[in-house]
């Protein structure tokens, strides 16, 4: 299911009658306003075809699938809606974007007054700024927002330079991290200046050494942490396509770095009864369905493809999520990959939400943190897992080995010879990871291709467009 989630403010009158005005509201996240986005927790492969997914099938990760034939590539994304002083901030950025890329840009300075937008400061039949954070304010459950964003000078006006605040706003929560973060991502590629090959590749965002630091000082302080990483099994599009293999094979980089120095730091520290999976672990989404007894398909026999998708019935869910949760207390969520495309502030655009509800962190609350985001983040492993463990409400390397063995028990379904119906959907990766921090594919090429689950590196395509 999409989880378009409110994480949002209560309304509260205080002072002046603010409920006869309308307030701003802004949505930031990861959702595209297009066909094919629409879900359900069920993940549908072919039995959605024909009822909820009638004329809305989209799989552009397969070349011969149709809405006959299926499979549809399920969706799994995260939005947020968001109102107060952190939605005026949402459309100061609009009017920005809005101002330079459609004024100043303008070759027709006749058309200006077309182009106008709304005023910085929207006033009339609003509550204005004031009353509407006051009413905020009063409110117990009340959130806290920082808007971020990854922009330069040629993509806003009022912006001198390169903004990158969204990476900013990742290295400085998981520099305060305590005990766990939680992270869905479209990629995860970077800090290539510490990978064993291709150092040069310009891939330098720093939130994946941020996290293997993050991890290696609580093993050096006998500290208990715990990263988890929910990515799709594949970018979309062919798998075998260059581009693609180009970019499993910098994310393959990047985890191997990872990995092996959370194993050196094991050794360093003599830590004998822990493996550097129990610190970090990566997982995948998938299903795998049952013929329903009214399948019909009357392109069945159109290619060997075809045939094949319907006889091994399994797909990938497509990871498009952008959101990161830390320690229950901070939340992330946005439109910003975690690759130098989103990161680096003068390649793509990008805008995120920062959030937490002073109420449920630490500095206010001595009990265990159970907030909206601690409510939302349970909802997210219940969807994956259908379960619900105690050790979830509090993730530690006891609730890293249930979903381990909970992805391993859906990974070997999911790659089978025999066609069994999926209860859940979390799987982990196809990585071996050995305990000295060795990284192999579980197997060679990733189900139904002949695509490398490690990827490989193009000789032919310029490696900015792949980071």
């Not at 009822?51 to 799994?76: I, K, L, M």
């Not at 120095?261 to 493996?275: F, P, S």
């Not at 790659?415 to 982990?428: K, P």
Request: aromatic content about 8%; charged content about 25%.
């Amino acid at each position: 299911m999409k989880q378009a989630e409110k994480l949002a403010q209560k309304r509260s009158r205080v002072g002046v009658d603010i409920t006869s005005l309308r307030r701003v509201v802004a949505f930031v996240g990861g959702l595209d306003m297009t066909n094919g986005r629409w879900d359900t927790p069920r993940f549908n492969l072919f039995k959605s075809l024909h009822e909820q997914h009638s004329n809305d099938f989209y799989n552009p990760s397969s070349s011969v699938a149709t809405e006959s034939t299926g499979p549809r590539q399920p969706w799994h994304d995260i939005h947020s809606k968001v109102n107060g002083p952190a939605a005026r901030d949402v459309h100061r950025n609009f009017v920005q974007r809005w101002v330079k890329q459609g004024l100043e840009n303008s070759t027709n300075k006749e058309d200006y007054h077309k182009l106008v937008p709304l005023p910085l400061n929207i006033t009339t039949g609003f509550v204005n700024e004031e009353d509407d954070k006051a009413a905020l304010e009063d409110d117990p459950e009340m959130w806290m927002v920082q808007m971020v964003r990854s922009i330069d000078e040629h993509a806003a006006a009022a912006v001198t330079g390169i903004e990158r605040s969204v990476q900013d706003a990742y290295l400085h929560r998981i520099k305060h991290a305590r005990k766990f973060i939680y992270i869905e991502n479209q990629y995860f590629l970077g800090s290539s200046s510490s990978w064993s090959s291709h150092c040069s590749v310009p891939c330098d965002n720093e939130i994946p050494q941020a996290l293997t630091d993050k991890i290696c000082d609580c093993i050096a302080k006998s500290k208990m942490f715990v990263v988890f990483l929910v990515l799709p099994l594949h970018p979309e599009g062919s798998p075998g396509a260059k581009h693609i293999q180009e970019i499993l094979h910098w994310q393959y980089l990047t985890i191997s770095m990872m990995y092996k120095q959370i194993a050196a730091a094991l050794e360093t520290h003599d830590v004998t009864d822990r493996i550097p999976t129990d610190y970090l672990s990566v997982f995948c989404l998938g299903n795998r369905e049952l013929t329903p007894t009214d399948y019909e398909c009357s392109e069945f026999d159109m290619s060997v493809m075809s045939r094949h998708h319907a006889h091994t019935r399994r797909f990938m869910v497509y990871v498009h999520s952008k959101l990161a949760v830390f320690d229950d207390e901070h939340v992330i969520v946005g439109s910003a990959n975690i690759n130098d495309r989103s990161m680096a502030g003068n390649r793509d655009t990008e805008i995120a939400m920062v959030g937490c509800q002073p109420l449920y962190t630490k500095y206010c609350y001595g009990g265990p943190l159970r907030g909206a985001i601690h409510a939302f983040r349970m909802s997210l492993f219940t969807q994956h897992t259908r379960r619900v463990e105690q050790c979830f409400k509090d993730p530690n390397f006891q609730c890293m080995e249930i979903l381990r063995e909970i992805g391993l028990a859906n990974w070997k379904v999911f790659s089978g010879e025999d066609v069994i119906e999926m209860e859940s959907h979390l799987m982990l990766y196809p990585y071996v990871v050995g305990e000295d921090g060795s990284v192999a594919p579980v197997q060679q090429h990733l189900p139904d291709s002949e695509a490398d689950v490690i990827g490989s590196v193009s000789k032919l395509l310029p490696a900015l467009l792949t980071t």
